[in-house]
């Protein structure tokens, strides 16, 4: 199969310096392999999004020269498409519904022994599993949750190497249909990835832990598993990932030169002397024939 990457921003902010790094990560890996690159706006939590977002981040990659390939995908567009996979889940009883609510599963952690966790950032609490085998008398369904906390999954990430996910690793039962009737990002990001036959995932380690779930629905829905690169996160002088929450200001298009060089010095390909201060056009050429995944950090160096 021909290499097809993609980048999937979701609307809930303009475009900060550490999506930037993942744009340009998952660029260059797919068109130093002469592959395709896709873009999907993932606008399926409206709590979440900005208005507008969308049209800017878009503007964005136009002003730092991505080019990308296809039509944009919308993820609100694809709604019947995660309605039919959690049909599949629940004919396959892969799905339970959980009536708990996030502070009765805070109450019941706070009672247990927090179990040993890997060192794997952003795992958030593990579900205790209230709901796996039956509703409590009396209690409604709220969320549909994967039955995931017996599964043993690891792959071989090409940047941070072997992965695993085991009960000891973060396996859990996790959400796919929210309370607020919302479908998942697990679920969403998992189907859209296969119908748009993505080859390749290059996006950022703060997304780690996430993946082996996204393998896990590829199992269930017998679906293709692609390969997987997680770049280095980007993180303020604080050491918080960039981010809406954490005050990341949006790039600039009046600084494309400066913004792009040091995105490709934080992933590992400095910019050579003769092309500081280069427009977009001749930076790309240069980048495209030198990227090697290899020449990228696991961590943030700087
Ligand atoms: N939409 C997700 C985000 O912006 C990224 C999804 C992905 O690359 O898998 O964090």
């Known amino acids: 199969m021909s290499y097809r990457g993609r980048f999937a921003p979701s609307p809930t902010g303009e475009l900060h310096f550490g999506s930037l790094v993942a744009a340009v990560g998952s660029y260059l890996q797919a068109r130093s392999q002469q592959g395709r690159w896709l873009l999907r706006m993932e606008d399926i939590d409206p709590p ?123 396996a859990d039962d996790f959400v796919v249909l929210r309370a607020d009737g919302f479908f998942a990002y697990q679920l969403a990001v998992t189907v859209d990835d296969a119908w748009q036959d993505i080859s390749e995932v290059v996006r950022g380690a703060d997304l780690l832990t996430t993946t082996p779930k996204q393998i896990l629905l590829q199992h269930y829905l017998q679906l293709a598993e692609p390969t997987y690169a997680h770049l280095p996160v980007v993180v303020n002088r604080e050491g918080q990932k960039l981010s809406k929450q954490t005050g990341a200001t949006p790039v600039s298009c009046d600084q494309v030169s400066a913004t792009l060089s040091s995105a490709l010095a934080f992933l590992g390909h400095p910019l050579p002397q003769d092309l500081a201060g280069a427009p977009a056009q001749e930076i790309w050429p240069w980048a495209i024939r030198r990227w090697h995944i290899e020449a990228v950090p696991k961590t943030a160096t700087s």
């Open 48 to 170: 979440r999004e900005q208005a507008g977002a969308a049209d800017s981040i878009l503007r964005a990659l136009e002003c730092y020269g991505f080019e990308w390939d296809e039509d944009v995908l919308y993820q609100s567009t694809r709604i019947h498409a995660y309605e039919a996979a959690l049909d599949v889940l629940r004919d396959q009883d892969q799905v339970y519904p959980c009536a708990c609510t996030r502070s009765e599963i805070q109450a019941m952690l706070d009672k247990q022994p927090q179990r040993a966790l890997a060192p794997v950032a952003n795992a958030g609490p593990v579900y205790p599993g209230t709901c796996r085998y039956g509703l409590p008398e009396g209690r409604n369904a709220r969320s549909w949750r994967v039955r995931a906390h017996d599964v043993h999954i690891d792959f071989t990430d090409l940047i941070q190497g072997k992965i695993i996910a085991d009960r000891q690793h973060h």
